[in-house]
Nanobody
Framework: QVQLVESGGGLVQPGGSLRLSCAASGFTFSSYYMRWHRQVPGKERDLVATITIPGGSTNYADSVKGRFTISRDNIKNMVYLQMNSLKPDDTGVYYC???????????WGQGTQVTVSS
């Protein structure tokens, strides 16, 4: 079965760092764009970061640019989101997503909670 399993979330103080991981299985990982999204209760799920299939190109939301880094390992079928200089506004549930095309969002993980608070 297709699985995207996020981990690494938790409680962190402002200015701190976390690294989220997404373990993918059940599909041809290397053929998919991988993304991280963030959702706050009552709000829309927003795109945070995208990495292309080869892993040579990335895109970030303006709110996280310069602080977050998305990466992938096509051998281990893993996607990562390194989150530095965290702010309270970064709080939310972070979801791993896989899409076979630039405009497709085929698979979703269950999400991992990130809370930035002192």
């Amino acid at each position: 079965q297709v699985q995207l399993v996020e981990s690494g979330g938790g409680l962190v103080q402002p200015g701190g760092s976390l690294r989220l991981s997404c373990a993918a299985s059940g599909f041809t990982f290397s053929s998919y764009y991988m993304r991280w999204h963030r959702q706050v209760p009552g709000k829309e799920r927003d795109l945070v970061a995208t990495i292309t299939i080869p892993g040579g190109s990335t895109n970030y939301a303006d709110s996280v640019k310069g602080r977050f880094t998305i990466s992938r390992d096509n051998i281990k079928n893993m996607v990562y989101l390194q989150m530095n200089s965290l702010k309270p506004d970064d709080t939310g549930v972070y979801y791993c997503n896989a899409g076979v095309r630039w405009s497709e969002y085929d698979y979703w993980g269950q999400g991992t909670q990130v809370t930035v608070s002192s």
